[in-house]
């Protein structure tokens, strides 16, 4: 999957000049593996972020930094957020180009909990991704 992420990348990167050749891609097979063992997004989370209706609504934010592949930012965000491919390809553009990036809005507790499992994965990656989670 992240093989096949890579090579959409950069075919968009030969098609699209606003793309960043700055953006790091490569991933050692070593993270692939962490990838692939990385927690799963708890059942009750799963459940809040597709039916949670919510009074207040806050908005879950991740920043850039030259350090974290973009491949990685992908794989979280899919893995932890429930967006497609697609949608998480486009949001991790927008976190390289425009230095952060509105993910999902939802709950306060919600989106704390999603916030702390990316931050959480990228150190067991040994990455500083950072998230953000305010009032909308």
Known sequence: MIRKIIEKFKEYCERNERAH???KLLITEEEISLIEQLPKLPVDTEDKI???KVKDLYI???YN???TPFSIVIELIKKYCLIRETLAYE????IHNKGKSQIMAGSKNTLSEVAKLIEESA???KYPLKCNVYKA
């Not at 949001?91 to 927008?94: G, Q, R």
């Open 21 to 23: 050749k700055s953006a």
């Open 50 to 52: 597709k039916n949670e």
């Open 60 to 62: 879950l934010e991740i």
């Open 65 to 67: 930094n030259d350090i």
């Open 91 to 94: 949001l991790a553009m927008n």
């Open 123 to 125: 150190v067991k990656l």
